[in-house]
């Protein structure tokens, strides 16, 4: 999706559910365009434990740029998707807030939602500037075995779902 209005269809999200609820994989990039303007993916996300905040992060003592527009990570859990970046860090660039939320119906069979990236404690949301600093989540994995003798066409579901599509263009990259 891009632009500040681009959002999914109906069709579109009802294709994207079925498929990973047979097991499909999903590497969602948010940014602050559509902080204002959902997508569409974001109460499908819900459903399978992922908050997309609607907001974005603000970190004064980890940026490069004077207004903090960016966010310098430097905090990683342990978790394959982010353990090559050890030692690194990333620079996104005005994040949206994604966390882990809590399931109504949480049970051993409930998708697993691990935080992989976080912003630094003095943190803060630009729409909320009255709320106290803290760290925010920036970046999580999705995984979700089948259930014991259901065989799922594709597998394992699998996501990973981000507060920034900026942070892979060759700018960020390299910076």
């Known amino acids: 999706i891009a632009g500040p209005t681009a959002s999914f269809s109906d069709n579109e999200l009802k294709k994207i559910s079925q498929y990973l609820s047979q097991g499909g994989r999903l590497f969602v ?27 974005v992060v ?18 990683f859990s342990q978790h394959p998707v982010v353990n090559p970046l050890t030692q690194l860090a990333l620079q996104l660039i005005l994040p949206r807030p994604i966390s882990a939320a809590k399931l109504k119906n949480s049970s051993d069979d409930a998708p697993q939602v691990n935080e992989l990236a976080f912003s630094g404690p003095d943190s803060k949301l630009t729409g909320d500037p009255t ?7 920036l970046m999580v994995a ?34």
């Open 29 to 55: 990039l948010f940014n602050y365009f559509s902080v204002h303007q959902p997508t569409g993916l974001e109460p499908v996300l819900a459903r399978w434990g992922v908050d997309v905040g609607s907001d």
């Open 58 to 75: 603000q970190d004064l003592k980890n940026t490069t740029s004077e207004n903090g527009e960016d966010v310098i990570v430097y905090d």
């Open 131 to 137: 709320a106290p600093p803290r760290r925010y989540p």
């Open 142 to 175: 999705v995984e979700q075995k089948p259930a014991a003798g259901v065989v799922q066409p594709r597998g394992t579901l699998r996501m990973v779902v981000t507060g920034d599509s900026f942070f892979l263009g060759n700018r960020q990259i390299e910076s």
